[in-house]
């Protein structure tokens, strides 16, 4: 078919002007909103069921909400490992643009960096040998060794409320949990939904069980450069889009369910407005 000179025109008229409105649709607003192009995202690499790195391949709860909020930038996200000590770091440095990685929203925190949300409640738990029985919570741990992470809410919160008790404080949780099966700690301390995906683990079932008695609320938050209101503001719309559409309650599902995991009350949480 022989295409007039006048249609190629018109057709070329129409995509100018349709990628002139793709243009100054999606982009604009935010500097740090990363729209278009691909975006480093912080989350966790060694956590089942919330940010795990399988091969080349990332899995897990926290994952789909970092992948949906990229979705939503207009963005791909790249993943960097954000381990808990390093996430205000690697946010304030701008090494990535956000962190999702079972990062609670705390007030000390807001000193550093800014949150949406929250996305998921949680709380603290304990994880123990599955033999062991003189351990029922958090108040029989005198004279036990706990292990926890670096710059996480759960080591603070136990040398706080638990002053006595002996904490080893490692980099990963992960760390924490081959010790504990290796006897060389009695406990390990964090948040119920991290304890529940290495429980069910296949090389831990039968060998580690989660006690049962959280003793906080863990608020997870995105985490992003302090003040950066577009960028929140943006995240929030993202964050209920998720929840109301019930891609929310599918990923829970699908990645906390199997390791037998309900959302305590509160969840799913209604995200707060970006100050
Ligand atoms: N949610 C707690 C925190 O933000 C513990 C889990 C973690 O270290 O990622 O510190």
Known sequence: MKVSRITVAAVSAVTAVGLAACGSGTSGGSGSGGSGGSIKVGIKFDQPGLGLKTGSTYS?????VANFIAKE???????????SSQRETLISSGQVQYVVGTYSITDARKQKVSFAGPYFIAGQDLLVRADDSSISG???LTGKKLCSVKGSTSAANLQKKYPGVNLQEYNTYTLCVDALKAGSVDALTTDNTILAGYAAQEQNKGKL?????TFSTEKYGVGLKKGDTALCTKITTALNKFIDSGEWKKSVDKYLGPAGFTPGEGNPPKPEACS
């Open 73 to 83: 930038l207009g963005s791909t996200p790249q993943f960097v490992e954000a381990v």
């Open 60 to 64: 897990g709860f926290d994952v789909d």
């Open 209 to 213: 069980k989660v006690v049962g008695k």
């Open 138 to 140: 958090p108040d029989s």
